[in-house]
């Protein structure tokens, strides 16, 4: 146990995944319990005189009347994570970064588990460190951790960091771009000297992170990949050409994986059978297969601005029909027009945001279209044999889907009920 929890009542908001193993948590451990959520119609003004401490959900933002009204009271506010952490004996690997961190945290994972006995996976990857603190208490985790869950850590310390970029993000959630930047940071900043922090050195914002770590800068003088091979602290990880995995992002996302795992002492025999073996995560620059001679990629997790770049930057100059477009996350599509340009025989635009990004993207070829399936039909139309259809949003999901999951289910569909593969 990290800190621990000796005494006090609680109010967990937010009974989603995290939410639901935070109660279970606590009523497992001992403690007084309430809890309540918005979609229930809850009103947290009755709990407040009878807490210590609010547990919230990563989806609330700190411009919700819980947060402050807990806040102007004296009450201690954590998240989920720093929850689970105080009752966590085990040692923590935490990845974070505005894109990559989903495949980061897997490769990581996966190499971990072939020379280690006892590792899982989790945090905002899926699995709450709350249900690995009742179930496995004293294991090796590897963490994906978000902006919103590095907001409210308090005593979070992992044995080994990666902050792997840093853009313009969730500006719908975060007050300011200085507070989404201090709340990735906040990750690492308990750290000390018998600890490790993987950084990239190509990134001014992330490349400035300080605490007592010892760091090592990827992408830079400790790490990098010259002549199609990668390396870390001098040592040969592995062979660009012989990844599965495609795009200069998913190299980079492997080299920090690979260089974690070599500070865990994993060998490179390991790291190698594992990198080569791995096909990437569904919806992640996720190949569909070749469509009456389109190459068809689902990047529906593409949220991000960011995302969309490293996702075009993949393709041949002229030769991607790109179907974009959601909820607007605050993200700057103008710092991308000229790639669009460049990369885009034509642009299929969708969902609310659609119009704003049409404006951003003047000069390429754009459409609008009303439904995601509409788009799909007009991307065939307007593609040739040897094209790539990218389907790659940059926007959040949520004005036509559940989440990013649906959204990449849903084109899958779509795509398959329109044109089998060959």
């Keep these: 146990m990290h800190e621990g929890i000796s005494k006090g009542r609680f109010l967990v908001w937010g009974l989603g995944v995290s939410g639901l193993w935070a109660v279970n948590l606590l009523r497992a451990k001992g403690f007084e319990v309430y809890c309540g959520d918005d979609a229930r119609g809850d009103d947290f003004r009755e709990y407040l005189p009878l807490v210590d401490v609010v547990v919230l959900s990563p989806g609330i933002p700190p411009r919700h009347p819980l947060w402050k009204e807990a806040e102007s009271r004296g009450i201690e506010v954590i998240g989920e994570l720093e929850l689970a952490w ?62 919103f869950q590095g907001k ?12 792997l970029n840093f853009s313009e ?65 001098g040592e040969l990880l592995f062979e660009v050409e012989r990844l599965k995995i495609k795009g200069q992002h998913n190299f980079h996302n492997a080299l920090f994986a690979s260089a974690m795992a070599r500070l865990m002492e994993v060998p490179v025999e390991i790291i190698q059978e594992v990198l080569y073996n ?25 949220t991000t601005v960011n ?16 179907i974009a477009g959601g909820k607007d996350k605050g993200g700057n599509f103008e710092d991308i027009k000229d790639l669009v340009k460049r990369k885009t025989r034509a642009c299929i635009l969708i969902g609310e945001a659609k119009e ?10 754009v459409y609008l279209s009303q439904s995601l399936e509409d788009a799909v039909k007009k991307a ?26 649906e959204r990449g289910e849903r084109f899958k569909a779509i795509l398959f009920s329109l044109s089998p593969p060959q």
């Design 86 to 147: 105080r009752f966590f004996k085990g040692k923590a690997l935490a990845i974070t970064g505005t894109d990559g961190k989903s495949t980061t945290t897997r490769l990581t994972y996966l190499m971990l588990r072939e020379y280690y006995a006892n590792v899982e996976e989790g945090a905002n990857a899926g699995v709450p460190l709350s249900k690995i603190v009742l179930e496995n208490p004293s294991c090796v985790a590897v963490l994906e951790i978000s902006s």
């Design 380 to 405: 065939f139309d307007l593609s040739e044999r040897g094209d790539v259809i990218l389907f790659s949003p940059a926007c959040a999901s949520f004005d036509m889907f559940r989440d990013y999951k």
């Design 278 to 302: 791995f096909k990437g995560l569904p919806y992640r620059m996720e190949y569909m297969g070749s469509f009456e001679g389109r190459e068809v990629y689902n990047d529906s997790k593409a």
């Design 307 to 322: 995302a969309l770049r490293s996702a075009l930057e993949s393709f041949p100059e002229g030769r991607v029909v790109l």
């Design 169 to 233: 993000d969730h500006l719908d959630w975060h007050p300011n771009l200085e507070d989404y930047l201090w709340s990735k940071r906040n990750i690492f900043v308990r750290q000390g000297e018998e600890d490790f922090l993987l950084l990239n050195s190509l990134d001014k914002r992330v490349r400035e992170t300080k605490n007592k770590a010892k760091t090592f800068y990827l992408l830079g003088s400790d790490g990098y990949i010259k002549d199609g091979k990668a390396y870390f602290l």
């Design 152 to 163: 409210t850590l308090k005593s979070f310390k992992p044995h080994i960091g990666a902050f």
């Design 356 to 365: 704003k990004i049409a404006k951003a993207w003047q000069g390429s070829q």
